[in-house]
């Protein structure tokens, strides 16, 4: 956006530089920090995405995510697949991550992927991304039953997924459309609600 | 900004200025323009908004989505540069719940915190300015005569009359949009102070039709955006949430608003990563300057002036004070009256969310707006209060939330078995279906509240740290307890769900600092023995040192402190320049 100088009066200032201080480099100052040296740290560069760790699911894992995934969030009038957005390197991304609470999700997403595969391979002969969709619905719907064996096995780590899927997926333009938010968008007044809005709520 | 190394100082300045936030930048703001030679010493690194800020950025172009971590307390794209709720290398010491002794700081969550109290400091130009909630409102008559009106607490040495012009002068350069609304201690501001305020988001304007019922009004707020340009600063575009900064310098950031035309004098010097230790004082006892150390080199420097300001927030200009210790101040700098760190205050901060079904299924519209609220509630009760009818002295304002913002990791899916179609729909229909209440209320200073240097606990920098005391009192507590019945009663009203409501006051109220209003540590009086500064933010012992930050409140309303500290160093630094150029100083 707007990159422009402070124009003259930054200009002028310029002139009076004399040397620039050295700001301590972000690695000097994580040293003292509690978190590892892979992580973000403290004084990113904001405008641009840097994934500094190594990311750790492997090919098997990455292809039952991206399917289960599209099985939780499919394509639709509104939007498309998971997958379609990133989802699947978000999930990635998110359980590599070296902090506290991504470490937890970690183990709990590995340990679900492994179960679901191994689910699907005892249920069907094949592994979950190789299934086909009335397989996938019909152990997702014995997941999300109640007092069912793969409700007690699955369903904590099926409502983890679902919920860092959904974030990572409402989290992108094409998701914002999905969901139902338009704005990001420069405007020159702020006007008030639109008519349909205000009679939604019974305010017109 | 332009910065210089220390080799590049003058022999001497005019003024020394610590820290560059609200405080310190405006100190700048009106010395420098009075003439005089300026030299500001920031902590923290130099900082670009106008080059740094991610203006447009989805949560997918941060990693993690822009979630909060371990390194960015407040997510990704929060304006705060090496700091939080930790600072790496520069630790503070709490007493906590759950062992006894003192422990370094060390949660970045302030919620769930077993802390005694929790410290935001962010390492950068511009200090907490860069990422505040901008939330801009002035204290009242009552606010200054706190003692005089209930007997509680302390008087401030000078009445709301006294700070009015400079209120109005502030909100002028600042740029803060509200309205006047003739209300009780909410004071008018003088024509053409105020910017027009933006109109209410939907859920705003369901939110003020049920309140009004419970008689709660629900007004405009005050922010310090622009909806109209002015100073070569561009009118809020209503997109972009104003935690990152403002590269089009919509919103007040000390960076984009006070430093520039202070450096344009040509009367500022600025030396960034500058950490201060202590102020210098000759054989008189007047201070002569500052030592300070420079991060990058690693080597102590010492920086003399005529007077020296400290801007560096309460709590650091209080351990500034209290690390000049010398045969003529034993107790620490300008101490005799031991007020040095005490009456620390915070703000009494309780919230609440609710699910609301008439805003399920909304038309999709862009409610963005200046991403902070347009409309909010100021304490309503006086009345009531004053006949006896309330169990807290004081009251609080309610701060409106809610709405249709740029999605984030946490989505609303109250049905936890839905995937597939059903789920893309019930995310469809939840989105801004929910509305929160959080209440922003004043806290009494008291004798617990405090903060002093840890005797054994140094930073980096070999400089020693403060621990701090905390307690809050009944008042506080059972203001917390109202604040969550009352929003309770609007949920209600609205037809709405209320999420759990706390009644039990030791639950109901947040931890100490949390809110990030730390006042009081240096506080002003008429009485020498009793206060460490007069009504010019002057210390009494030693007549060329000032403190302009949040240290020199003697009550902290449930006015956010923001624009009460501008208005308070444009007026000091005013008699300060007068009083130099008098050589009264």
Redesign the interface.
Known sequence: MNNEPFSLSRREALKRVISVSVALTAMELNAFAATPLRGIGTDPNLLKKEIPWPLILSDAEKRIVSALADVIIPADEHGPAASKVGVMEFIDEWVSAPYEAQEKDRAAIQKGLAWIEEESKKRFGKGFADAAAEQHTALLDDIVKTDTDAHKKGYDFFKLFRDRAAGGYYSTPEGWKAIGYVGNLPMAEFPAPPPEVLKHLGLA | ?????P??TLPNYDAIIVGSGAAGGMSAYVLTKAGLKVLMLEAG??YDP?????????????????TA????HFG??DAT????W?V??EPYMVKREDKPGWHEA?DWKATNTTQNFTWWRPRMLGGRTNHWGRISLRMGPYDFKPKSRDGLGLDWPFEYKDIEPWYDKTEALVGVFGSNEGLENTPDSSNGSLQPP??P??HE??IR?HAKGLGIPVIPSHMAILTKPIN?R?A?????PCG?GC??KANFQSTTVLL??A??T?NLDI???AMVREVTLDKSGKATGVLYMD??SGKEERATARVVVLCASGCESARIMLNSKSALFPNGLANGSGKVGRYLMDTVGSNLGGHIP??E??????????SAMHVYTPWWLYQEQLAGKLDFARGYHIEIGGG????????S?PD??A???K??DD??RY??ASVGFSGRGEMIPNEDSYCELDPNKKD?WGIPVLRFYWKWSDHEKKQAVHMQKTFAAIIEAMGGKPGRVETDPEKAIMGGGTIIHEVGTTCMGADPKASVLNQWSQAWEVKNLFVTDGGPFASNADKNPTLTIMALAMRSCTWLADELRKGNI
Do not use: W
Not at chain 2, 236 to 240: I, K, P, W
Not at chain 2, 404 to 411: D, K, S
């Open positions: 900004m332009p910065v210089i190394t080799r590049k690194r130099n106008i080059m740094e800020t991610p203006m447009f950025q989805t949560n997918a172009d941060a990693p993690l989505r822009g971590t371990p390194d960015k990704f794209f540069v090496n700091g939080g930790t790496p290398g060390s933006p109109h988001r939907a304007m369901l039709k070569n561009a809020c575009f209503y997109a972009t990152r590269s089009i520039p035309p450096v344009e040509g030396i960034t990563d991060k990058a008439a805003l299924n909304c038309p999709p519209y862009n409610a963005d707006g200046t249709r913002h740029m999605p984030e990791m946490g989505v899916l936890s078995k995937y597939g179609k789920m893309k995310a469809r989105y801004g980096r």
